[in-house]
């Protein structure tokens, strides 16, 4: 939840608008746990997947989602998505998950039957999207046009208090 709050600056008539948000710290530490989680599952730069940092990428995956569970705080679909729910591995296309599109249909004719299927590596269990009719679909939280409308909603509201 967003709060505004508006403090009048000793020079002038300008506003500054300062925006907290409920839990911050609590959003930042599981923030950075879920980076430290992709960092350490790509393992080095320079070099292939190490063995030995998967299980510490595993564990901050799950810190990260045991932070935001007990702070109740929601996570953004987008990292809700590329977490496996089975060993808490990130899924990270081509390394460790595998992306189908699988149409189960009869004939394998209708469109909109389309399923986008992530399996981990790890474990081998899948999440499973459909994609139907419209491909070009975007989630509300992805859809960059509606995030630019809530801000700029947001700004007119603080403004008019």
Do not use: W
């Not at 998967?54 to 989602?65: D, E, F, H, I, N």
């Not at 149409?103 to 474990?123: F, G, M, P, Q, W």
């Not at 859809?143 to 809530?150: F, K, L, P």
């Amino acid at each position: 939840m967003v709060e505004t709050k508006t403090k009048a600056k000793s020079n002038g008539n300008t506003k500054a608008i300062e925006k907290s948000v409920k839990n911050r710290d609590q959003y930042l530490r599981s923030s950075f746990l879920y980076q430290a989680a992709i960092l350490m599952s790509n393992g080095p730069a320079n070099s292939k997947r190490d063995v030995k940092m998967a299980p510490l990428g595993r564990l901050y995956a799950s810190q990260s989602k045991a932070v935001a569970r007990k702070n109740v705080i929601r996570l953004s679909p987008d990292i809700k998505r590329t977490i496996c729910k089975q060993c808490n591995t990130i899924m990270l296309p081509g390394s460790l998950c595998q992306i189908d599109i699988i149409n189960e249909s009869r004939n394998k004719t209708k469109k909109h039957a389309d399923v986008l299927i992530y399996t981990c590596r790890e474990c081998h269990s899948q999440k499973r999207y459909p994609i139907g009719k419209n491909r070009e679909y975007m989630v509300f939280t992805d859809d960059r046009r509606q995030e630019i409308t809530r801000i700029e909603l947001g700004v007119n509201a603080a403004l008019n208090n």
